[in-house]
């Protein structure tokens, strides 16, 4: 009783902790967003430089950590997290909201024309905005009553999780081919992907719960692990290097 009671507690302040981490995205674009509305010179030209590096880049993070929660709890039984699926979903369509906001308002430079002609015109940012457009139904129905409203119908909403994904990763390959950025992001989804397969989950649960092959589930999260960090660092990182950058209003201009 005494150790269920400081899991939870200790369950608590992680939660806490992963939320105050959402909001990241915004304090590094703070700064800048806080110049242009008073209008300083070069304000809107750093937002334009900073706005994909920092806010896209963080969109998808927190989509990757979102997608972290359940494989999570099948391979540890876990469930303190879980409040966190919703949470970062909701923080990831009100960061790409944000993102392409700030992008269709300051990048007329370099997209030239309407907002809707520069979309049309990119096929990498038909596949960005797509990814965020269908965000919309999923955060409608984050919640209880729209899962009672639903019923059996609310997994098949919450499914185009999985064409978000996608449309993500195309974003990424349209917009980077075949680099390290792409790389990173396939490194970073493979393994969750993988604990999303029915027979991978229900043996590992399945597993777990029976206290079986340990030492087979040991080295297979060991090496599921170093190959979601090799992805998840690196772009960690560029968002650590951008987002500095950003905050003291320095952008970095490829």
């Known amino acids: 009783m005494v150790a269920d009671l400081a899991d939870r507690g200790y369950g608590a302040i992680g939660v806490w902790f992963l939320r105050a981490l959402l909001l990241i995205p915004f304090v590094l ?12 010179p070069g304000a809107v030209a750093n937002i334009s430089a900073s706005v994909a590096d920092v806010l896209g880049t963080s969109t998808f993070l ?18 303190w997290h879980l409040i966190l699926r919703r949470d970062y979903g909701i923080a990831m369509f009100a960061t790409a909201a944000l993102d392409i906001t700030l992008a269709a308002t300051t990048t007329g430079d370099t997209f030239p024309g309407t907002p809707l002609t520069r979309v ?41 999780t999985y064409a978000v994904w996608a449309m993500i990763l195309v974003h990424l390959f349209l917009l980077f ?20 397969v029915p027979p991978v989950r229900r043996w590992w649960d399945s597993a777990r719960r029976a206290d079986r092959h340990r030492a087979l589930r040991a080295v297979a999260a060991a090496v599921m ?14 968002l650590a290097e951008r987002g500095a950058a950003a905050f003291v209003q320095q952008p970095v201009r490829d």
């Open 225 to 238: 692990l170093t190959v979601f960090a090799s992805g998840f660092v690196p772009l960690a990182r560029e």
């Open 62 to 79: 927190i989509f990757v950590l979102m997608l972290t929660v359940t494989p999570l709890r099948t391979i540890t039984g876990w469930r």
């Open 120 to 160: 049309g015109g990119h096929s990498f940012l038909v596949a960005g905005t797509l990814s965020t457009l269908l965000l919309v139904p999923l955060v409608i129905t984050a919640n209880r009553p729209a899962q009672q409203w639903l019923g059996r119908h609310w997994k098949s909403v919450q499914r185009l």
């Open 29 to 40: 674009m703070a700064p800048e967003v806080g110049s242009a509305i008073l209008g300083r």
């Open 177 to 196: 081919g075949l680099t390290s950025i792409f790389l990173d992001a396939l490194a970073v989804s493979a393994p969750l992907a993988l604990m999303r």
